[in-house]
């Protein structure tokens, strides 16, 4: 695997290969690598002549700096996984080869940015979209690869490629689970033993909602996916909601496409999940 700091060896390089008529897929992480992280490889591995995989904790994206400094940063760990994986191109960029001082991002990208996430995590997708944005640019990968965990994020990301009208292919990859069904994050491992046994609260219960949508009123669903969660030791929910999977509006009895989406603090951990219904 060859590993690249600065973005003129990596644009030289890969420029090289496109010439060489060479497809490019593209997986961006911010590092503390999992297995959901190396099925995204495997998806763009199986579709591209070649894998670039970039590791970096961006730090437009945290709007809580003490989230941003206890990030897991285990970078010769996820570099060995890297390898294993068959990755061809890890970028592993310093902040200040990412950003000029003071620079400034906005992008107009309308109420999807307002909705869930963006209620508990303000400025959130502008940090996201910032560095997607530059990454994007500079690797100008053919296809891009995210998870379905960070559902709002695949959304915002694919508000953008319209808005900018970037040539990028988006797929998005399904979730990766525990045995258990807690949904795999880098986050994980700052849940204590205690707090992991209470995270597969959220999972079950978007089980549970899947398996008695049919026959269950939605505001009904809603209401006793919140208790369930609301009254697990040590879990304090943030959102649980039922909504359009192409608007993220609330759903109806008649949306084709539901999605379930949760939020919430395990002890002091904030985690994410969801299901898509039908
Ligand atoms: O999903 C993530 O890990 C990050 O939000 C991303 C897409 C790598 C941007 O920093």
Redesign the pocket.
Known sequence: MRVFTTTREIQQYLADLRNKGLSTGFV???GALHQGHLSLIQQAKKDNDLVIC?I???PT?FNDPADLEKYPRPIAHDTQMLEQAGCDILFNPEVSEMYADNEHWHLALGEIEHLLEGTFRPGHYQ??TQ??YK?FNILKPDTAY??QK?YQ?IMV?AKMVELLNLPVKLVMCPILREEDGLAMS?RNIHLTAEDRLHSLILSKTLNWVKDNFDSNNIAVLQAKAAEAINTEDGVSLEYFELVDGDTLHPANQSTKKVVALVAARVGKTRLIDNVLIG
């Open positions: 961006a992480t911010m970039s970096f904790v961006n994206q940090g996201v560095v997607v990454l995210f998870g960070d994020q990301i880098s």
